[in-house]
C-alpha cells in the first residue's frame, strides 16, 4: 500500500511507481524505469507487489493536482522488495 497526507487544494493524485536500475545498457549508471501508475482521489492506493514486483531498488512518488490541473510532485521515496 502507498499512503501520503492529503495536499490542500488537491482534487486527484496521480501515484508513480519506478523500478531502480543500476546498471542499464552496459554501463553503470542509476536509472528509474516506469513500471506503474494510477490515479485516485484517495490518499492511498493498494499495488499487487506480490504478483508483480521482483526483488530489488524501486521508487514512488506522487503528483497532487488542483481543479485547474495545477500539479505539485512529492519528494521521491525509495524502498527494496
Known amino acids: 500500500r502507498f499512503s501520503w497526507d492529503p495536499v490542500q487544494n488537491a482534487n486527484s493524485y496521480t501515484v508513480y511507481l519506478y523500478q531502480r536500475v543500476q546498471s542499464?545498457?552496459?554501463?553503470?549508471q542509476q536509472i528509474d524505469i516506469p513500471i506503474w501508475n494510477t490515479s485516485t482521489t484517495n490518499t492511498s492506493v493498494n499495488y499487487p507487489a506480490?504478483?508483480?514486483?521482483?526483488?530489488?531498488?524501486?521508487?514512488?512518488n506522487v503528483m497532487a493536482t488542483d481543479a485547474e490541473g495545477n500539479g505539485a510532485l512529492s519528494q521521491t521515496f525509495l524502498f527494496n522488495y
Open 50 to 60: 506480490l504478483s508483480t514486483l521482483t526483488r530489488g531498488s524501486y521508487v514512488w
Open 24 to 28: 542499464f545498457a552496459g554501463n553503470d
